[in-house]
Protein backbone atom coordinates (compact mmCIF):
# COMPACT_ATOMS: atom_id res chain seq x y z
CA UNK A 1 0.00 0.00 0.00
CA UNK A 2 1.59 3.02 -1.29
CA UNK A 3 1.52 5.15 2.72
CA UNK A 4 1.57 8.78 0.88
CA UNK A 5 -1.82 7.70 0.09
CA UNK A 6 -3.29 6.01 3.22
CA UNK A 7 -1.53 9.08 5.25
CA UNK A 8 -3.78 11.31 3.19
CA UNK A 9 -6.60 9.14 3.37
CA UNK A 10 -6.38 9.01 7.29
CA UNK A 11 -7.18 12.73 7.68
CA UNK A 12 -9.72 12.67 5.55
CA UNK A 13 -11.55 9.52 7.30
CA UNK A 14 -10.25 11.32 10.46
CA UNK A 15 -12.54 14.16 9.59
CA UNK A 16 -9.91 16.60 8.04
CA UNK A 17 -9.07 17.91 4.52
CA UNK A 18 -6.45 18.45 2.82
CA UNK A 19 -4.70 21.56 1.92
CA UNK A 20 -3.17 22.51 -1.30
CA UNK A 21 -0.35 21.22 -0.92
CA UNK A 22 -1.40 17.89 0.25
CA UNK A 23 -3.35 17.40 -2.86
CA UNK A 24 -0.60 18.22 -5.27
CA UNK A 25 1.16 15.42 -3.55
CA UNK A 26 -1.74 12.74 -3.19
CA UNK A 27 -1.70 13.52 -7.38
CA UNK A 28 2.18 13.08 -7.89
CA UNK A 29 1.63 9.71 -5.58
CA UNK A 30 -1.55 8.51 -7.13
CA UNK A 31 0.33 8.84 -10.57
CA UNK A 32 1.57 4.99 -10.33
CA UNK A 33 -0.68 3.77 -7.66
CA UNK A 34 -4.17 3.83 -9.41
CA UNK A 35 -4.99 0.77 -6.90
CA UNK A 36 -4.48 2.41 -3.68
CA UNK A 37 -6.35 5.98 -4.79
CA UNK A 38 -9.21 3.73 -5.65
CA UNK A 39 -9.01 2.03 -2.52
CA UNK A 40 -9.08 4.86 -0.17
CA UNK A 41 -11.63 6.76 -2.42
CA UNK A 42 -14.08 4.36 -1.79
CA UNK A 43 -13.40 4.02 1.95
CA UNK A 44 -14.03 8.11 1.92
CA UNK A 45 -17.01 7.42 0.18
CA UNK A 46 -18.36 4.78 2.47
CA UNK A 47 -17.40 7.13 5.78
CA UNK A 48 -19.47 9.59 4.24
CA UNK A 49 -22.32 8.37 2.23
CA UNK A 50 -22.67 4.88 3.24
CA UNK A 51 -24.54 2.44 1.30
CA UNK A 52 -26.74 5.49 -0.79
CA UNK A 53 -26.26 5.87 -4.47
CA UNK A 54 -28.49 9.21 -5.91
CA UNK A 55 -30.55 9.01 -8.99
CA UNK A 56 -31.37 11.89 -11.51
CA UNK A 57 -33.01 12.65 -14.52
CA UNK A 58 -32.99 15.56 -16.67
CA UNK A 59 -35.36 16.66 -19.62
CA UNK A 60 -34.30 19.87 -22.20
CA UNK A 61 -36.82 22.67 -21.64
CA UNK A 62 -35.23 24.22 -24.33
CA UNK A 63 -33.02 22.58 -26.57
CA UNK A 64 -30.37 23.75 -29.55
CA UNK A 65 -29.61 27.80 -31.08
CA UNK A 66 -27.48 28.29 -28.35
CA UNK A 67 -25.75 31.87 -29.28
CA UNK A 68 -22.67 31.32 -26.64
CA UNK A 69 -19.66 29.04 -27.67
CA UNK A 70 -18.65 26.09 -25.19
CA UNK A 71 -16.34 24.14 -27.64
CA UNK A 72 -17.70 21.04 -26.47
CA UNK A 73 -21.24 21.53 -27.33
CA UNK A 74 -23.63 20.24 -30.08
CA UNK A 75 -26.31 23.25 -29.10
CA UNK A 76 -23.44 26.01 -29.66
CA UNK A 77 -24.87 28.20 -33.14
CA UNK A 78 -21.13 29.09 -33.68
CA UNK A 79 -20.54 25.41 -34.92
CA UNK A 80 -22.40 23.02 -37.49
CA UNK A 81 -23.21 20.49 -35.81
CA UNK A 82 -26.10 17.79 -36.01
CA UNK A 83 -28.49 19.93 -33.78
CA UNK A 84 -30.50 21.82 -35.38
CA UNK A 85 -30.11 25.73 -35.64
CA UNK A 86 -33.22 26.88 -34.68
CA UNK A 87 -34.04 26.09 -30.84
CA UNK A 88 -36.45 22.97 -29.98
CA UNK A 89 -38.40 24.00 -27.06
CA UNK A 90 -40.50 21.38 -25.59
CA UNK A 91 -43.82 21.22 -25.05
CA UNK A 92 -45.34 21.68 -21.50
CA UNK A 93 -46.90 17.82 -21.90
CA UNK A 94 -43.40 16.58 -23.12
CA UNK A 95 -41.68 18.06 -19.81
CA UNK A 96 -44.65 16.41 -17.84
CA UNK A 97 -44.54 12.85 -19.67
CA UNK A 98 -40.81 12.99 -18.53
CA UNK A 99 -41.21 13.61 -15.12
CA UNK A 100 -44.36 11.13 -15.00
CA UNK A 101 -41.66 8.53 -16.23
CA UNK A 102 -38.87 9.42 -14.14
CA UNK A 103 -41.34 8.67 -11.25
CA UNK A 104 -42.67 5.61 -12.44
CA UNK A 105 -38.84 4.42 -12.72
CA UNK A 106 -37.99 5.34 -9.07
CA UNK A 107 -35.64 8.57 -10.45
CA UNK A 108 -36.42 10.80 -7.16
CA UNK A 109 -34.81 13.93 -9.13
CA UNK A 110 -35.99 15.82 -11.88
CA UNK A 111 -34.19 18.61 -13.95
CA UNK A 112 -35.05 21.06 -16.62
CA UNK A 113 -32.28 22.01 -18.70
CA UNK A 114 -32.47 25.44 -21.05
CA UNK A 115 -30.02 26.23 -23.88
CA UNK A 116 -28.66 29.20 -23.69
CA UNK A 117 -26.96 32.08 -21.96
CA UNK A 118 -29.78 33.64 -19.89
CA UNK A 119 -34.11 32.65 -19.67
CA UNK A 120 -36.12 35.52 -20.71
CA UNK A 121 -39.51 36.66 -18.72
CA UNK A 122 -41.98 34.50 -20.31
CA UNK A 123 -39.44 31.38 -20.19
CA UNK A 124 -39.26 32.00 -16.56
CA UNK A 125 -43.13 32.28 -16.23
CA UNK A 126 -43.59 28.83 -17.90
CA UNK A 127 -40.83 27.26 -15.93
CA UNK A 128 -42.57 28.49 -12.61
CA UNK A 129 -45.50 27.13 -13.70
CA UNK A 130 -43.69 23.78 -14.51
CA UNK A 131 -42.07 23.60 -11.25
CA UNK A 132 -45.18 24.13 -9.25
CA UNK A 133 -47.27 21.39 -10.80
CA UNK A 134 -44.37 18.85 -11.10
CA UNK A 135 -43.37 19.29 -7.36
CA UNK A 136 -46.95 19.17 -5.83
CA UNK A 137 -48.17 16.42 -9.04
CA UNK A 138 -45.24 14.09 -9.06
CA UNK A 139 -43.41 14.59 -5.64
CA UNK A 140 -39.93 14.62 -7.46
CA UNK A 141 -37.20 16.52 -5.96
CA UNK A 142 -36.78 19.82 -8.68
CA UNK A 143 -33.60 21.50 -10.19
CA UNK A 144 -33.20 23.59 -12.67
CA UNK A 145 -30.00 24.65 -15.47
CA UNK A 146 -31.74 28.58 -16.29
CA UNK A 147 -28.06 29.86 -17.50
CA UNK A 148 -27.29 32.94 -15.57
CA UNK A 149 -29.63 34.10 -13.45
CA UNK A 150 -30.39 37.21 -11.00
CA UNK A 151 -31.30 37.62 -7.29
CA UNK A 152 -34.65 38.42 -8.82
CA UNK A 153 -35.04 35.36 -11.12
CA UNK A 154 -33.79 32.93 -8.30
CA UNK A 155 -36.26 34.08 -5.72
CA UNK A 156 -39.00 33.90 -7.99
CA UNK A 157 -37.57 30.34 -8.99
CA UNK A 158 -37.24 29.42 -4.99
CA UNK A 159 -41.19 30.70 -4.29
CA UNK A 160 -42.26 27.97 -6.91
CA UNK A 161 -40.72 25.59 -5.39
CA UNK A 162 -37.31 24.52 -7.06
CA UNK A 163 -34.92 22.93 -4.47
CA UNK A 164 -31.53 22.78 -6.63
CA UNK A 165 -30.06 24.76 -9.49
CA UNK A 166 -27.73 23.60 -12.12
CA UNK A 167 -24.61 25.76 -12.95
CA UNK A 168 -21.13 24.28 -14.09
CA UNK A 169 -17.79 25.69 -13.80
CA UNK A 170 -16.75 23.50 -16.91
CA UNK A 171 -13.09 23.70 -16.17
CA UNK A 172 -10.51 25.89 -14.11
CA UNK A 173 -10.65 29.67 -14.72
CA UNK A 174 -7.00 29.49 -16.48
CA UNK A 175 -8.80 27.08 -19.37
CA UNK A 176 -12.08 28.59 -19.49
CA UNK A 177 -10.90 31.42 -21.88
CA UNK A 178 -9.44 28.37 -23.98
CA UNK A 179 -13.21 26.84 -24.41
CA UNK A 180 -15.86 29.61 -24.14
CA UNK A 181 -15.28 33.30 -25.08
CA UNK A 182 -19.01 34.63 -25.01
CA UNK A 183 -19.26 34.67 -21.42
CA UNK A 184 -16.56 35.00 -18.38
CA UNK A 185 -15.61 32.49 -15.56
CA UNK A 186 -16.33 35.16 -13.09
CA UNK A 187 -20.14 35.36 -14.63
CA UNK A 188 -20.16 31.48 -13.98
CA UNK A 189 -18.94 32.33 -10.28
CA UNK A 190 -21.54 34.76 -9.74
CA UNK A 191 -24.98 32.66 -11.25
CA UNK A 192 -23.83 30.17 -8.10
CA UNK A 193 -23.15 32.54 -5.92
CA UNK A 194 -26.59 34.16 -6.26
CA UNK A 195 -28.25 30.85 -6.56
CA UNK A 196 -26.61 29.56 -3.04
CA UNK A 197 -27.83 32.89 -1.10
CA UNK A 198 -31.26 32.12 -2.56
CA UNK A 199 -30.93 28.65 -0.67
CA UNK A 200 -30.67 26.25 -3.48
CA UNK A 201 -28.51 23.18 -3.06
CA UNK A 202 -25.79 23.50 -5.62
CA UNK A 203 -25.25 21.33 -8.46
CA UNK A 204 -22.13 22.90 -9.95
CA UNK A 205 -19.00 20.68 -11.91
CA UNK A 206 -17.65 20.71 -15.13
CA UNK A 207 -16.38 18.78 -18.15
CA UNK A 208 -12.81 16.92 -18.40
CA UNK A 209 -11.15 15.66 -21.62
CA UNK A 210 -11.32 18.95 -23.06
CA UNK A 211 -7.66 19.57 -23.11
CA UNK A 212 -6.99 20.75 -19.41
CA UNK A 213 -4.11 19.40 -17.57
CA UNK A 214 -3.87 17.86 -14.06
CA UNK A 215 -3.53 21.51 -12.21
CA UNK A 216 -6.87 22.96 -14.08
CA UNK A 217 -8.81 19.66 -12.68
CA UNK A 218 -7.45 20.27 -8.76
CA UNK A 219 -8.30 24.23 -9.46
CA UNK A 220 -12.05 23.73 -10.28
CA UNK A 221 -12.03 21.21 -7.81
CA UNK A 222 -10.35 23.76 -5.10
CA UNK A 223 -12.84 26.63 -6.56
CA UNK A 224 -16.26 24.23 -6.18
CA UNK A 225 -14.99 23.51 -2.73
CA UNK A 226 -14.37 27.43 -1.84
CA UNK A 227 -18.23 28.02 -3.26
CA UNK A 228 -19.53 25.21 -0.98
CA UNK A 229 -21.31 23.18 -3.80
CA UNK A 230 -22.53 20.19 -2.55
CA UNK A 231 -23.07 18.02 -5.52
CA UNK A 232 -20.16 18.03 -8.46
CA UNK A 233 -21.46 17.05 -11.65
CA UNK A 234 -18.81 15.37 -13.77
CA UNK A 235 -18.79 15.30 -16.97
CA UNK A 236 -16.71 13.54 -19.53
CA UNK A 237 -16.15 15.06 -23.54
CA UNK A 238 -18.51 13.21 -26.04
CA UNK A 239 -16.73 14.84 -29.12
CA UNK A 240 -19.34 16.11 -31.29
CA UNK A 241 -19.00 16.60 -35.18
CA UNK A 242 -17.98 20.21 -35.86
CA UNK A 243 -17.35 21.14 -32.74
CA UNK A 244 -13.86 22.56 -31.83
CA UNK A 245 -13.25 19.27 -30.06
CA UNK A 246 -14.34 17.25 -32.22
CA UNK A 247 -11.01 15.18 -33.17
CA UNK A 248 -10.22 16.01 -29.32
CA UNK A 249 -8.86 12.19 -27.77
CA UNK A 250 -11.05 11.12 -25.37
CA UNK A 251 -9.67 9.91 -21.76
CA UNK A 252 -8.96 6.41 -21.00
CA UNK A 253 -11.36 4.94 -18.50
CA UNK A 254 -8.74 4.63 -15.59
CA UNK A 255 -7.93 8.30 -16.30
CA UNK A 256 -11.04 8.67 -15.45
CA UNK A 257 -11.65 7.21 -12.72
CA UNK A 258 -8.20 8.69 -10.94
CA UNK A 259 -10.32 12.29 -11.90
CA UNK A 260 -13.16 10.87 -9.76
CA UNK A 261 -10.94 9.61 -6.94
CA UNK A 262 -8.97 12.65 -6.27
CA UNK A 263 -12.11 14.36 -6.50
CA UNK A 264 -13.35 12.36 -3.40
CA UNK A 265 -10.27 13.43 -1.68
CA UNK A 266 -10.52 16.91 -2.67
CA UNK A 267 -14.10 17.29 -1.97
CA UNK A 268 -14.92 14.20 1.05
CA UNK A 269 -18.48 15.06 1.52
CA UNK A 270 -19.68 16.05 -1.59
CA UNK A 271 -21.74 14.22 -3.73
CA UNK A 272 -20.37 13.46 -7.14
CA UNK A 273 -22.68 13.04 -9.78
CA UNK A 274 -21.28 11.14 -13.16
CA UNK A 275 -23.19 12.81 -15.75
CA UNK A 276 -22.69 12.90 -19.65
CA UNK A 277 -20.08 11.01 -21.40
CA UNK A 278 -20.43 7.98 -18.49
CA UNK A 279 -21.21 5.33 -21.32
CA UNK A 280 -18.88 6.82 -24.24
CA UNK A 281 -15.87 6.84 -22.68
CA UNK A 282 -16.25 3.89 -19.60
CA UNK A 283 -17.69 1.71 -21.48
CA UNK A 284 -17.26 -1.68 -19.38
CA UNK A 285 -15.83 0.40 -16.69
CA UNK A 286 -19.04 2.02 -15.58
CA UNK A 287 -19.42 -0.26 -12.66
CA UNK A 288 -16.04 0.83 -11.12
CA UNK A 289 -17.29 4.52 -10.46
CA UNK A 290 -18.74 4.15 -7.14
CA UNK A 291 -15.03 2.27 -5.99
CA UNK A 292 -13.60 5.54 -6.69
CA UNK A 293 -15.80 7.68 -5.02
CA UNK A 294 -18.92 8.53 -7.28
CA UNK A 295 -22.39 8.85 -5.27
CA UNK A 296 -24.79 9.57 -8.01
CA UNK A 297 -25.53 9.11 -11.58
CA UNK A 298 -27.54 10.84 -13.86
CA UNK A 299 -29.65 8.56 -16.05
CA UNK A 300 -31.79 7.93 -19.07
CA UNK A 301 -30.56 9.94 -22.15
CA UNK A 302 -28.39 13.06 -21.88
CA UNK A 303 -29.36 16.65 -23.52
CA UNK A 304 -27.65 15.49 -26.93
CA UNK A 305 -26.71 12.22 -26.98
CA UNK A 306 -27.81 8.92 -25.58
CA UNK A 307 -27.50 7.34 -22.21
CA UNK A 308 -29.01 3.92 -20.56
CA UNK A 309 -31.97 3.04 -18.76
CA UNK A 310 -32.79 3.62 -15.32
CA UNK A 311 -33.65 0.32 -14.81
CA UNK A 312 -30.37 -1.05 -16.44
CA UNK A 313 -28.58 1.48 -14.13
CA UNK A 314 -30.73 0.48 -11.37
CA UNK A 315 -29.76 -2.96 -11.77
CA UNK A 316 -25.70 -1.90 -12.06
CA UNK A 317 -25.66 -0.28 -8.04
CA UNK A 318 -27.88 -3.43 -6.72
CA UNK A 319 -25.59 -5.72 -8.08
CA UNK A 320 -22.95 -3.82 -6.56
CA UNK A 321 -24.74 -3.72 -3.40
CA UNK A 322 -24.92 -0.90 -3.37
CA UNK A 323 -28.86 1.33 -2.77
CA UNK A 324 -30.83 3.56 -4.84
S1 LIG B 1 -22.95 24.51 -22.76
FE1 LIG B 1 -24.84 25.71 -22.46
S2 LIG B 1 -24.20 27.84 -22.72
FE2 LIG B 1 -22.56 26.58 -23.61
S3 LIG B 1 -23.10 26.41 -25.82
FE3 LIG B 1 -23.99 24.62 -24.78
S4 LIG B 1 -26.10 25.23 -24.28
FE4 LIG B 1 -24.95 27.11 -24.74
Not at 2 to 16: E, F, H, M, P, Y
Not at 121 to 131: D, F, K, M, S
Not at 146 to 158: C, D, S, T, V, Y
Not at 277 to 306: E, H
Amino acid sequence: MNKTIQQLADIILNGGRLDRRQIDTLADASTDAFDDLLYYANRIREKYFGNKIKLCSIVPGRLGGCSQDCAFCAQSLHYDTPVDKTPRVLSDEEILAAAADAKAKGVPNFGIVYSGKAITEEELQRIERLIKTITEDYGLGMCASLGIINAEQAKRLADAGLKRYNHNLETSERHFADIVTTHKYADRVKTIEVATKAGFGICGGGIFGIGETETDRIDMAMELRRLGVDTVPINFLHPIEGTPLANQKTLAPRQILRIIALYRFILPKTSLKIAGGRVLNLRDMQSWIFKAGATSILTGNYLTTAGRSAEADQQMITDLGLEC
